[in-house]
Nanobody, 123 residues
Framework: QVQLVESGGDSVQAGGSLRLSCTAS????????VAWFRQAPGKEREGVAI???????YYTDSVKGRFTASRDTAKNTVYLQLNSLKLEDTAMYYC?????????????????WGQGTQVTVSI
């Protein structure tokens, strides 16, 4: 069983930045596809970014150029850098993982989830 723990969420003004962290209980490099999802109140959970098992990153269109996913293999940690935050980025952000190749950002396809970290963007 993989445990994921997110941190780094906060309240920030529009245009600001945050860095979210997701630390795993197991060594994940080359074995796990890891993704960041978010869910705003009343909305469906949406995929934001993916880091493949070989470290390739993919982003949903709404965050391209503003968000950056990365990983520190020595710390079993995946990061999501959020820059130029907008009001519509307000959501609970979740880290998720699966022990197989990445194949899109369908939340139903991921086996392990963190508890989430709240990002609130205000004017």
């Amino acid at each position: 069983q993989v445990q994921l723990v997110e941190s780094g969420g906060d309240s920030v003004q529009a245009g600001g930045s945050l860095r979210l962290s997701c630390t795993a209980s197991v060594y994940m490099t080359n074995k796990y596809c890891v993704a960041w999802f978010r869910q705003a109140p009343g909305k469906e959970r949406e995929g934001v970014a993916i880091i493949s098992r070989i470290g390739t990153t993919y982003y949903t269109d709404s965050v391209k150029g503003r968000f950056t996913a990365s990983r520190d293999t020595a710390k079993n940690t995946v990061y999501l850098q959020l820059n130029s935050l907008k009001l519509e980025d307000t959501a609970m952000y979740y880290c998720a993982a699966k022990r197989r190749a990445c194949s899109g950002m369908d939340f139903a396809d991921f086996d392990f989830w963190g508890q989430g970290t709240q990002v609130t963007v205000s004017i």
